[in-house]
């Protein structure tokens, strides 16, 4: 062959240049996720058109028309068959983004919605697949499988879903017949009633021996919850009834803004707590006048002798059933402040002359029935704060202001009994309403019974009721009704018992706590 001419030698050199650049095109990732999020955009079909289109140029030494044949014979092997793509790649773009596919199945069906793609585009079957199978790191064989896929689809049928780490090498003892006899016994014995830990006793001491495995095995917590959930169990709250979610009625709403600017205000006065186990006590800076406030809540419950576990293991639509009677209980009521914890004098202070006169704790404990120590009551509560929560919380925080927090219970909203309530009061003189305590209107008395020397001796004493409350007050009108189907007090002039309980002394009224 003769020597190649300065001109020939520039032409070979740019060729070469050329096929680096061009490999270097196709060995540009397949970012699987990416191509998801915009299937149409234009860098995706600039690196799959660009790494296929730009095709090496022919060998300058060799002739032209040995390229033409061999591009001839490229395209006699890879004829393009008439078929509608789009609506299969629509199809394939729908189930890729569904988003609920294995990682390897979503491999897969990506990369051949992509080649998919580039075949519509009258691309050569066997250089896309190739280029594709490169961009993922993968062979031959990978490219071979996407020209079958194509045709699997192309007939209704879906690619084949990859069975890697499908293939079970070890066996599990459950798939023993006699384990799972001995675990179903157990479990069926003991049904609403083990722990994770009681069923990892049983499986070590009883089942293990059993197969002859007398060395120191157990099986893991993780393991004993697969076990459990393949023998029919599952862990569940131990409940009945319907729970009804309140927290955005707008009375509810409006309660809340206005408690939570008042704990606000008092927030700037408590002092704060640092460390990892918040022992480190910092108090605020207090002003001359100021002094420091410390929260004290306030819970109670009661513990019956049949109240059992209220959750656990339990089969599929199986809940527990409970016996009728609860049995005996006893009621807890007791305060905690973030200070010392339980409300309750410290050890120095049991054995010294503070202990005389106020007790050691503020807990109360009861047997609520009535044969025994009667029903706990907002009166009890009352009795429970001024005798033991407030006297020991001067002793343990001298000088400082209990901010006491009460839980919304409905007895702990309860009035006493001698409360302006219109709701608790009569039309009429009389009858069953409470004696309620003599009131201050325009800036005088307001009696709210008759006096025992009324001229009329079938009043003397006797509740006055609303009708002469408002007579009085110059607030009845004719044809006034004592009582409205209204529930909400928007119209406060609608009956009797809205104008009253609208007044500024019947609105001031607090609970007993």
Same mark, same amino acid.
């Given at each position: 062959?003769?020597? +190649?001419? !300065?001109? *020939?030698?520039? &032409? ?5 240049? $050329?096929?680096? @650049?061009? %490999?270097?095109? #196709? ?124 045709? +699997?689809? !192309?007939? *209704?049928?879906? &690619? ?5 780490? $499908?293939?079970? @090498?070890? %066996?599990?003892? #459950? ?339």
């Amino acid at each position: 062959m003769p020597p +190649l001419s !300065k001109r *020939g030698k520039q &032409i070979k050199s740019l060729a070469k240049n $050329k096929q680096e @650049k061009n %490999k270097n095109k #196709l060995l540009v990732p397949l970012d699987v996720n990416n191509n998801l999020d915009d299937d149409n955009s234009d860098n995706e079909e600039f690196i799959w058109g660009d790494s296929l289109q730009s095709h090496p140029p022919s060998d300058p030494d060799k002739p032209d028309n040995q390229s033409d044949n061999q591009n001839s014979d490229d395209q006699n092997s890879e004829c393009k068959e008439h078929f509608n793509y789009e609506q299969l790649i629509k199809s394939l773009e729908n189930e890729v983004k569904s988003g609920n596919l294995d990682s390897g199945y979503k491999l897969r069906l990506t990369a051949l919605l992509q080649y998919l793609r580039l075949i519509n585009h009258e691309e050569p079957k066997i250089k896309t697949s190739l280029s594709i199978a490169q961009q993922l790191n993968k062979g031959p064989y990978f490219a071979r499988c996407l020209r079958e896929w194509e045709k +699997l689809v !192309k007939n *209704g049928e879906t &690619i084949p879903i990859s069975k890697r780490e $499908k293939h079970c @090498k070890i %066996k599990s003892l #459950l798939d023993d017949e006699d384990v799972q006899m001995q675990i179903a016994t157990y479990l069926h014995e003991n049904k609403f009633e083990f722990y994770v830990a009681d069923f990892v006793d049983y499986v070590k001491n009883v089942v293990f021996p059993s197969l002859g495995i007398e060395q120191e095995t157990t099986i893991s917590t993780r393991m004993t919850r697969n076990w459990l959930n393949k023998m029919g169990f599952e862990f569940k709250q131990f409940k009945k009834g319907v729970y009804v979610d309140g927290h955005e009625r707008p009375d509810v709403i409006a309660y809340r803004s206005k408690f939570l600017e008042q704990m606000a205000s008092y927030e700037k006065l408590m002092p704060k707590f640092e460390d990892d186990n918040l022992e480190i006590q910092i108090n605020p800076n207090l002003q001359e006048n100021e002094h420091l406030h410390i929260l004290v809540t306030h819970d109670e419950t009661t513990f019956h002798s049949n109240d059992g576990r209220q959750s656990g293991w339990a089969s599929h639509g199986e809940q527990p059933l409970r016996k009728k009677g609860r049995e005996r209980s006893i009621h807890v009521s007791d305060f905690l402040c973030e200070t010392i914890g339980r409300l309750q004098l410290s050890e120095e202070q049991k054995l010294s002359e503070v202990a005389n006169n106020i007790p050691y704790e503020a807990r109360v404990i009861m047997n609520p029935e009535t044969n025994y120590d009667g029903w706990w009551n907002v009166e009890l509560l009352v009795q429970q704060v001024v005798d033991r929560a407030i006297p020991i919380f001067e002793a343990t925080h001298p000088g400082a202001v209990a901010v006491f927090a009460f839980d919304n219970f409905t007895s702990h909203g309860a009035f006493s009994s001698d409360a302006l309530i219109a709701s608790h009061m009569n039309v009429g003189p009389g009858g069953k309403q409470p004696k309620m305590r003599n009131t201050i209107f325009n800036g005088n008395v307001q009696f709210m019974n008759f006096p025992d020397n009324h001229p009329e001796e079938s009043l003397r004493g006797k509740q006055k009721g609303m009708k002469q409350i408002l007579y009085e007050r110059q607030l009845l009108t004719p044809g006034l009704k004592g009582f409205c189907k209204n529930k909400e007090t928007i119209d406060n002039q609608c009956c009797m018992q809205h104008i009253l309980e609208n007044q500024p002394d019947f609105l001031a009224q607090k609970c007993m706590i």
